[in-house]
């Protein structure tokens, strides 16, 4: 029924957001995706889709609570508490109460044996009794016992959205307008003992009622419009019916806080009073615009609003009001990025499986020294509303990280940053080389090469176009196969080579020569399915990635291969520019290595492990051969959230590995960094190592394959190993199992060819 999950071991930083350990993850959720707020007399809990953010009212600290540390799910719908349990609802009818440091989870209703929608709606607390609106009736838990005592249907198949109690009897806002019974009546889960209110209205009779509270010897309700503003409140008194005066109106949560009722509307939130009559209201935030909240408590002199725009708010006014947790991507939407020197930029926008337009306008996320910036059109001039959505690509200088571009699926054509903070240039059909596709521009991938040239991909008679860093515009053929065809993906190799996946036609490498301004050096490959001109397992070209031994590795819809060798691409013979699948032998059969599986991204880290990306399957990490299985993350085995998976990178300084899903974004701190030949900046975390310490002993800033020893300092060996690219990690024990004793350790490290030595100090705390 219940199942007691842990302790929540919070990580804390003043914005909310902590670098963290080896092995850890993180959940990069939205705070401007609301679901609710609730208090303690400790705590503000503001709720949004995959995450809560924590406010301690004490110390005034912020905390995140994920999947990674005590949540048992993802999708948050709503949350409520009675001043002392937080309890939070789900789309699938999951259910997570919060008392103290413990988090129960309540799976009854997302596991129960019934078809159709189960999202938890909303909730009333009674003495021990929590009564759970929900889409498949209205679920009574006892809270004291942790288990279900009942569910109630007022009606055939109910969908309730809200419910609560005034005086003796329970009222229910449901999709066939309201419904009530007398609280101590028996046998309430028989339909039959329920009845419809029928004063109202004839418009309202059979009206979805989202929105229902007793207030005073009140009970208040909204009728949510389709329409824009239209929406209208109305309350019974003595079960007299009146309408709000103030109607229409656009409502998204009303809530009672004793002698005040508190509306939370579309640019405002308004607080009435016991005559339903507005004595204050909040209309606008210092220096942060109009207020779009989604639910507002009170707590002494402040109100804590969850708002769209603003995230987590405190105010007393609308003269006293700020954020204190905004920190995070504008969507929780995420579909391509790239990284380079800890500058993550996230393309929130997608396309369907068949490349056709989802017409999100989510924006671009850049993250960088744990602070995330938000590009779309609210903050940017240069961004349209009307003509920019589905941004699917973007790209990072590595010359100079302040500089990065994105683009699109759709009219707005290619936007330049060239300062951090502000988009200074737009190209388009009518600027550029750009080519239309329809009225869009079909701009999929892009990549800045070590010279500072942006290259992109657009659909077109010469999909390659190359914008250099004086202002020249170049466009290339990638062959008559490639023409007019979606290019999907593009990588470019350690010898400038670009490689371009262009749907249902495989896969095309271009050399230019080094000379853009000169066709006649330049050469075009392309690789098909047909074996000895390629060898592809299909020619939906997915993801393409260059390793560390100068391998090419192909993921395609229907399998993985590796073309192991590049140097006779352009001039070889029949079969010189195949690639091949890894072959395995497992009980006495041959297979490939992922068999058929839908690969969608590869990355490879610092120690040549290759990150595999798949649509269905989660993420595997193997070994520089492909040979062995390192990781293997999945929503069941991780925290993973979700097993589409639409691109993966990787931050080499620090190891941590992004994976882009279709439910968000999330992230696993690994092992395989970027080598240093020089030793030049060897690190070691967390120096000191506390007694409750138990995770791994990161040293980083190794050479590649770095041999590593650590001594006392009597010079006894204690452990051995090897570099992961850059990064080796410790446990902290002896070579024969054994927590080494309080001390300090020394660490040798040099590389296993060549020459190069470095010392660190470790001081261990047992």
Same mark, same amino acid.
């Given at each position: 029924?219940?199942?007691l999950?842990f302790s929540?071991l ?11 350990g080896?092995?850890?993850w993180?959940?990069?959720f939205?705070?401007f995706n609301a ?5 303690t007399?400790?705590?503000i809990?503001?709720?949004c889709s995959n995450?809560?953010v924590?406010?301690d009212?004490e110390?005034?600290s ?5 999947v990674?540390?005590?949540l048992?799910?993802l ?6 508490s009675d001043?002392?349990t ?5 789309d699938n009818?999951?259910l997570?109460i919060i008392e103290g440091?413990?988090?129960?989870n309540?799976s009854?209703?997302k596991?129960?044996?019934i ?11 009674e003495?021990?009794?929590?009564y759970i609106a ?11 016992k942790?288990e ?5 249907y ?14 003796d ?8 307008g309201i419904y009530?019974a007398?609280k ?9 003992q329920?009845?419809?209110k029928?004063?109202?209205?004839v418009?309202l ?6 929105h229902?509270?007793?207030f ?6 909204a ?5 824009f503003?239209a ?6 008194? *003595?079960n007299v019916?009146?309408t ?6 656009s ?5 009672s806080n ?16 016991a ?6 209201l ?12 989604v639910a ?8 804590w609003i969850?708002?769209?725009d603003a995230g987590l708010v ?5 003269? *006293? ?12 939407g995420?579909y391509r990025?790239?990284?380079q020197?800890?500058?993550l930029v996230i393309a929130g926008?997608g ?5 056709l337009?989802?017409f ?8 960088e020294?744990e602070q995330?910036t938000n590009?779309?059109h609210l903050?940017?001039?240069n ?19 302040d500089e990065?571009? $994105?683009?699109s699926?759709?009219k ?6 060239? *300062?951090?903070?502000?988009v200074?240039?737009?190209w388009n059909t009518d600027?550029s ?9 079909a701009i ?9 040239n942006?290259w ?6 010469e999909?390659?176009?190359c $914008?250099t860093p004086?202002?020249a515009?170049?466009s $290339?053929?990638l062959g008559?196969a490639a ?6 993906r ?8 670009k490689?371009?996946a ?7 490498a271009f050399?230019d020569?080094?000379t ?7 050469q ?5 399915t ?7 397992p299909?020619?939906?070209v997915k993801a393409?990635?260059?390793d560390i031994d !100068?391998?090419?590795w ?5 399998g ?8 006779n691409?352009?001039d070889g *013979?029949f079969g010189?520019y195949?690639a091949?699948p890894i072959?395995?032998t497992?009980?006495g059969e ?7 599986t839908y ?9 040549n ?5 798949t649509?269905?399957s989660g993420?595997f990490?193997l ?8 990781y293997?993350?999945n929503t069941s085995n991780?925290p993973?959230?979700s097993?589409n998976?639409l691109d993966?990178?990787i931050?080499?300084?620090s190891?941590?590995v992004?994976?882009a ?9 690994a092992?395989?960094t970027? !080598?240093d030949?020089k030793?030049?900046?060897v690190?070691v975390?967390?120096n ?8 791994p ?9 770095a041999?590593?020893k650590?001594?006392d300092?009597a !010079?006894?060996l204690?452990y051995k190993t090897?570099s992961n690219?850059g ?5 902290g ?5 054994n927590r080494?004793?309080?001390g300090?350790?020394l660490?040798?490290?040099g ?8 010392v660190a100090?470790i001081?261990v705390?047992n």
């Amino acid at each position: 029924m219940y199942k007691l999950l842990f302790s929540i071991l919070f990580f804390s930083s003043l914005t909310g957001i902590a670098q963290i350990g080896m092995n850890d993850w993180r959940i990069h959720f939205s705070a401007f995706n609301a679901k609710g707020i609730a208090q303690t007399d400790s705590d503000i809990y503001y709720a949004c889709s995959n995450g809560i953010v924590n406010y301690d009212l004490e110390d005034n600290s912020i905390d995140m609570l994920t999947v990674t540390n005590g949540l048992s799910d993802l999708g948050i719908s709503t949350i409520d508490s009675d001043g002392s349990t937080v309890i939070v609802g789900y789309d699938n009818g999951n259910l997570d109460i919060i008392e103290g440091n413990t988090i129960t989870n309540v799976s009854w209703i997302k596991i129960a044996d019934i078809s159709g929608n189960k999202r938890i709606n909303a909730f009333y607390f009674e003495e021990d009794l929590i009564y759970i609106a929900s889409s498949i009736g209205l679920v009574v838990f006892d809270n004291a016992k942790k288990e279900i005592r009942d569910t109630y249907y007022p009606y055939t198949n109910p969908t309730i959205y809200d419910v609560s109690i005034l005086q003796d009897t329970i009222y229910v806002g449901t999709d066939d307008g309201i419904y009530y019974a007398y609280k101590n009546q028996g046998f309430l889960n028989d339909k039959n003992q329920w009845q419809k209110k029928s004063n109202l209205p004839v418009e309202l009779l059979n009206e979805d009622i989202q929105h229902l509270e007793a207030f005073g010897n009140k009970l208040v309700f909204a009728y949510d419009s389709e329409d824009f503003n239209a929406d209208s409140v109305y309350y019974f008194e *003595d079960n007299v019916f009146n309408t709000y005066a103030a109607n229409p109106v656009s409502i998204t949560n009303l809530k009672s806080n004793g002698d005040e009722l508190i509306m939370c509307l579309f640019s405002s939130i308004n607080f009435l009073d016991a005559s339903m009559t507005t004595q204050d209201l909040i209309y606008t935030y210092p220096s942060l615009g109009s207020p779009n909240p989604v639910a507002c408590v009170k707590n002494g002199e402040h109100y804590w609003i969850g708002d769209q725009d603003a995230g987590l708010v405190r105010a007393t006014n609308s003269w *006293d009001g700020a954020s204190l947790f905004s920190n995070s991507p504008w969507t929780d939407g995420s579909y391509r990025m790239d990284i380079q020197y800890g500058k993550l930029v996230i393309a929130g926008g997608g396309l369907t499986h068949n490349l056709l337009n989802v017409f999100s306008r989510n924006g671009v996320y850049v993250f960088e020294d744990e602070q995330w910036t938000n590009f779309n059109h609210l903050t940017q001039e240069n961004v349209s509303k009307d003509d920019d959505w589905d941004f699917v690509c973007a790209a990072v200088n590595q010359s100079n990280t302040d500089e990065f571009a $994105f683009s699109s699926f759709s009219k707005g054509g290619l936007k330049i940053v060239k *300062d951090g903070k502000t988009v200074s240039e737009v190209w388009n059909t009518d600027n550029s080389v750009i080519e239309a596709a329809g009225e869009s521009m079909a701009i999929t991938d892009m990549k800045y090469d070590d010279r500072g040239n942006l290259w992109i991909v657009n659909k077109g008679l010469e999909p390659l176009k190359c $914008f250099t860093p004086d202002g020249a515009q170049y466009s $290339f053929s990638l062959g008559s196969a490639a023409k007019d065809k979606i290019p999907y993906r593009l990588m470019i190799d350690q010898n400038g080579v670009k490689w371009v996946a262009v749907t249902n036609a495989g896969l095309v490498a271009f050399d230019d020569g080094g000379t853009l301004d000169d066709p006649s050096d330049d050469q075009v490959q392309s690789l098909s399915t047909a074996e000895g001109f390629g060898n592809l397992p299909s020619l939906f070209v997915k993801a393409i990635a260059q390793d560390i031994d !100068g391998e090419i590795w192909i993921g395609t819809e229907e399998g993985l291969v590796i073309l192991y060798s590049t140097s006779n691409l352009f001039d070889g *013979d029949f079969g010189d520019y195949d690639a091949n699948p890894i072959l395995l032998t497992v009980d006495g059969e041959v297979e490939k290595l992922l068999g058929e599986t839908y690969i969608t991204s590869i990355a490879v880290d610092g120690g040549n492990r290759k990150w595999i990306g798949t649509n269905s399957s989660g993420v595997f990490c193997l070994s520089p051969d492909g040979l062995t299985e390192e990781y293997r993350f999945n929503t069941s085995n991780s925290p993973l959230i979700s097993n589409n998976v639409l691109d993966i990178k990787i931050d080499h300084a620090s190891g941590e590995v992004y994976f882009a899903t279709d439910k968000g974004l999330v992230s696993f701190r690994a092992d395989g960094t970027i !080598g240093d030949a020089k030793f030049s900046d060897v690190t070691v975390f967390p120096n000191p190592v506390e007694p409750s310490f138990n995770g791994p002993i990161t040293i980083q800033g190794l050479g590649y394959e770095a041999d590593v020893k650590i001594t006392d300092v009597a !010079g006894n060996l204690v452990y051995k190993t090897t570099s992961n690219g850059g990064t080796a990690v410790w446990n902290g024990k002896t070579l024969q199992g054994n927590r080494v004793q309080t001390g300090v350790y020394l660490v040798w490290s040099g590389v296993s060819s060549g020459k190069g030595k470095k010392v660190a100090k470790i001081l261990v705390i047992n």
